[in-house]
């Protein structure tokens, strides 16, 4: 008899332990940032100068079903860290850009387009650091600001979805790609 309770208590904590993590996701993803209208620093670079530094971000957020309909929510969190950097010429001077880190926490609205494709809108507050510098200076941003994203994700099995989004926050365009693993 104990040995049936024993079995019977680790199958409904396995059971609820599944159910309760059924909805969430973490993901990696790709990030272009690219500025086309200001940079980093007003001093540094000069207004309508273009540049473009890319980033890795991990996820994760919990998936919430709104009753029996096509919609959900999920919020979410990323971080995500920049790789190489991009040079522009201000004043026949070279200006290196890179990214430092990014940061951003979302809530994503989700509609239900068919059985393998979402469609998704996101606010998302966010914070990227940028350094730029030049042979004789070092100038860097670091700010929190308010942004909105959209996006399409396809669904190839129910565990894994493939999603782009393109995300807007003041002047920083975001064109980000990557892979969501739901558990």
Request: aromatic residues 16%; negative net charge; hydrophobic residues 40%.
């Amino acid at each position: 008899m104990k040995i049936l309770k024993a079995i019977l208590a680790v199958s409904f904590t396995g059971f609820f332990c599944n159910t309760a993590s059924a909805d969430w996701n973490f993901g990696v993803s790709y990030m272009n940032f690219s500025d086309n209208s200001s940079t980093p620093t007003a001093e540094v670079v000069e207004q309508n100068d273009e540049f473009s530094v890319k980033a890795m971000a991990l996820s994760v957020g919990y998936l919430y079903s709104i009753g029996n309909s096509d919609f959900s929510v999920m919020p979410e969190a990323r971080y995500g860290y920049g790789f190489g950097d991009d040079t522009i010429t201000v004043d026949d001077q070279k200006v290196v850009v890179e990214a430092d880190h990014f940061a951003a926490f979302s809530l994503r609205g989700i509609y239900q387009l068919s059985k393998n494709f979402v469609l998704f809108a996101q606010p998302s507050y966010g914070n990227l650091k940028l350094k730029a510098s030049t042979d004789d200076s070092r100038f860097s941003q670091d700010e929190w600001q308010f942004g909105m994203g959209a996006g399409l994700s396809y669904s190839s099995t129910r565990s894994v979805a493939f999603e782009v989004m393109y995300e807007k926050f003041d002047d920083i365009d975001i064109m980000s790609a990557g892979v969501r693993f739901r558990f």
